[in-house]
């Protein structure tokens, strides 16, 4: 499975991004995707999952009513929409996809920078 992300920017505090998550390869086998984040100095942090059969979703207390995981399955495809953005955001996203007795995937990551 290849994951490639792309969405991420600059933007202003109070600002919107959406994130975008294209998945190639052996996609039939995808259980759950995700996105994780990683900020300057600590550690990476999980934002949000979803599965991909029933659409189930979970989000980290910081980004709950802010932030929404969707998926498109007909185009292999996950979005994080990102609202009411602020600083503490910032970080590298990761998009991750899990398959069953495989170690989870990622990808390269993007940048989201919120500024002041």
């Known amino acids: 499975v290849q994951l490639v992300e792309s969405g991420g920017g600059l933007v202003q505090v109070g600002g919107s991004l959406r994130l975008s998550c294209a998945a190639s390869g052996s996609t039939w086998g995808i259980n759950v995707m995700g996105w994780y984040r990683q900020a300057p100095g600590k550690q990476r942090e999980l934002v949000a999952t979803?599965?991909?059969?029933?659409?189930?979703?979970n989000y980290a207390d910081s980004v709950k009513g802010r932030f929404t995981i969707s998926r498109d399955n007909a185009k292999n495809t996950m979005y994080l929409q990102m609202n009411s953005l602020k600083p503490e955001d910032t970080a590298v996203y990761y998009c991750t996809a899990e398959v069953a007795m495989r170690p989870r995937y990622w990808g390269q990551g993007t940048q989201v920078t919120v500024s002041a």
């Open positions: 979803i599965t991909r059969a029933a659409g189930s979703t």
